[in-house]
């Protein structure tokens, strides 16, 4: 389709998902135009710990494998540095960690053991009392830096990006959607990918396909910087993140708050709280001792999406055939450019050649209860238990 008040495929979401996928997709010819309520890497996209580690999923050897290339193909810094670290501070943590390692380790990837003078050595800000941990493939990347890449790359093979463009809904004919409505008018389409992180069931429910996902709000604080560790993805004591290229340590982890599905009220950025941010500042100083004296400098808050199993959904919607939807359920940065590439075939090819999609297919929720929610306690909490000490 030549027609710039439309394109070949639609991608609606600016988020590493949409913007990895919609630039696979120019990769492979595509005339592409992705459309986006904000800016690019506003949400979540932009807000995350930066891990690029997720054994549990199908996508994991592909995102393994394209990582340490991402520079080069995208053209532009992802900050990607590979290996983590996990650090125990009791021996409970290593059974925590046991199924993780055993999942990489199953994929024929490397995790070894640390004792805990081996854990001093890699990070000197450990604490003395530290019991050991693990030291195994993976890795982290700029969040921020990662976004803007996806962007400019794909900009760079001419797709385009339209902000401030809010999706209001379909036109369909035939068993497809053939336009997408939004607050700038309407835009025809081939193919579409919905991408849209909490809120892709919202819009796919207007097409008369609900998919189950929640929001919830996280957190992350910011050090002021300090020097550099010889490896920066360092995890333990609940919380994951890393070591900016600068310096900074910029860590989440714990509670979540979930929220009511409306995306009403996530048009505005979430706010960071303070008891959020005293946890989170008290286990990094029991992970790091020697880092109590940082004073932190920033903290922000983002929408994480919650799938009812935590697993992704990417798949084509069954009612409308040229449509294909993703959400990445709290693990989509790191695998973004796994599931990038996955739904650009799933859009061209309309199959995965890469990798087996099907325990990330949306007919794994066909049984499942209008209470998903509470029956798991992901249920907005009462006003005044925010107030409290969070652990
Ligand atoms: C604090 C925090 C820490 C995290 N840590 C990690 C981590 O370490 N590793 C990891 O892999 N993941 C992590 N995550 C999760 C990760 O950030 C997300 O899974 C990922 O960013 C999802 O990307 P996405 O593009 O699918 O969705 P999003 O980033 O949510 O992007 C969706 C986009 O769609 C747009 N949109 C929504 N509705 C519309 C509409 N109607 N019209 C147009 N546009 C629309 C939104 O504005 C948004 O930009 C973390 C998340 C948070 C909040």
């Known amino acids: 389709m030549s027609d710039r008040n439309g394109a070949g495929v639609i991608v609606v979401g ?3 998902t949409g913007l990895s996928a919609a630039w696979w997709l120019a990769r492979r010819g595509a005339d592409v135009l992705l459309l986006e309520k904000g800016i690019v890497g506003w949400e979540a996209s932009g807000r995350n710990g930066g891990g690029c580690t997720h054994p549990q999923s199908p996508l994991f050897l592909e995102e393994q494998r394209l990582w340490p290339q991402m520079d080069e193909l995208l053209g532009y810094p992802t900050e990607w540095r590979p290996y983590r670290i996990r650090v125990a501070l009791a021996e409970a943590d290593f059974e925590r960690f046991a199924p993780w390692i055993e999942m990489i380790r199953h994929n024929g990837l490397r995790a070894e053991r640390l004792d805990p003078k081996q854990v001093l050595e890699l990070c000197p800000l ?26 400019w790359a794909l900009q760079d093979l001419g797709g385009r990006i339209l902000q401030h463009t809010m999706v209001t809904g379909f036109t369909t004919r035939g068993g497809r959607v053939t336009a997408v409505e939004t607050s700038r008018g309407s835009f025809a389409c081939d193919e579409l990918v919905i991408a849209a992180g909490p809120q892709t069931g919202v819009l796919t429910a207007l097409l008369g396909q ?6 919830a709000r996280a957190e992350m604080i910011v050090t002021e910087p300090l020097p550099l560790l010889r490896h920066g993805g360092i995890d333990g004591n609940g919380l994951y993140g890393r070591q900016t290229l600068r310096g900074n340590l910029a860590y989440g982890g714990g509670l979540h708050e979930w929220l009511d599905p409306p995306a009403e009220d996530m048009r505005l950025p979430p706010r960071s709280s303070t008891p959020v941010l005293a946890s989170l500042a008290r286990r990094l100083v029991a992970l790091f001792p020697k880092a109590a004296h940082a004073r932190v400098i920033r903290s922000w808050a983002g929408f994480i999406e919650n799938t009812p199993d935590g697993r992704p959904v990417i798949d084509r919607l069954g009612i409308y055939d040229n449509v294909v939807a993703a959400t990445m359920s709290s693990v989509g940065f790191g695998l973004s450019p796994a599931s990038g590439r996955a739904i650009a075939e799933l859009v061209l090819d309309r199959t995965c050649s890469f990798a087996d999609l099907s325990t990330l297919r949306l007919a794994r929720f066909g049984n499942l209860g209008e209470r998903w929610r509470e029956e798991r306690g992901w ?13």
Do not use: C, K, M
């Not at 450990?126 to 969040?143: I, K, R, V």
């Open 210 to 215: 609900e998919i189950p996902v929640t929001p």
């Open 126 to 151: 450990a604490s003395d009392a530290n019991l050991g941990g693990w030291f195994h493939d993976g890795g982290h990347a700029n969040p921020q830096r990662t976004a803007q890449a996806y962007a």
């Open 379 to 391: 249920v907005p909490p009462a006003p005044a238990s925010l107030a409290g000490p969070v652990a």
């Open 14 to 16: 600016g988020g590493v």
